[in-house]
């Protein structure tokens, strides 16, 4: 009987990326998906896509910016596929799918106004500060992420900041609608 069989370099790696940032990846991918089930299979398919390419790869070190570029590239494609089918069951009357229990469960108000304000900022905004406050990446790993400059990553950090700030600021107190008429009657039945 043989004895248990050796893992190749490409099974360990991706065990070790699996162990350390799995948690990180699927919460990535969700905060640009907003979809549980989806943000799983995304990093699962980035993981699986590493492990194919790992003796191609010439760090074996950076293999979790592969992983992290993988699942950003992966979310864009299935938000634009995700709009094109709303924009097609727009066209066609169809109804809205049914929102997900995990979904449903997320009725906390900031929360939601979160989520809501996250949506009105541009992709890239959005991408940079999911990588930097919830993927806590340096400025050059979400560069190399996300394929551009420390300078645009600056650039869309401050921008999007700027924007949240804006969106999430309490509304100022509305001046009181008079409710009591501008002159009121004489009781005596004067003018």
Excluded: C
Excluded at 12 to 18: I, P, R
Excluded at 66 to 73: F, I
């Amino acid at each position: 009987m043989a004895g248990p069989r050796a893992l190749s370099a490409a099974d360990a790696g991706v065990q070790d990326l699996y162990a350390t940032h799995w948690h990180a990846l699927v919460r990535l991918a969700y905060l640009l998906v907003q979809d549980s089930t989806l943000a799983e299979d995304l990093a699962q398919d980035a993981l699986i896509s590493v492990h194919q390419r790992w003796g191609r790869l010439r760090d074996s070190e950076a293999a979790i910016g592969y992983v992290r570029r993988t699942v950003v590239n992966s979310a864009r494609s299935a938000l634009r596929h995700r709009a094109v089918v709303e924009k097609h069951a727009r066209r066609t009357g169809a109804e809205e799918s049914v929102v997900s229990a995990e979904q449903s469960v997320m009725v906390r108000l900031e929360h939601e106004a979160m989520l809501r304000a996250f949506d009105q900022l541009s992709e890239k905004q959005r991408e940079v500060l999911v990588l930097r406050y919830y993927g806590d990446l340096s400025e050059a790993q979400i560069a190399d992420a996300l394929d551009i400059s420390r300078g645009a990553v600056k650039t869309h950090a401050h921008r999007g900041l700027a924007r949240l700030r804006d969106l999430l600021a309490p509304e100022p107190p509305r001046p009181p609608s008079p409710t009591a008429p501008t002159s009121l009657p004489d009781p005596e039945g004067g003018h």
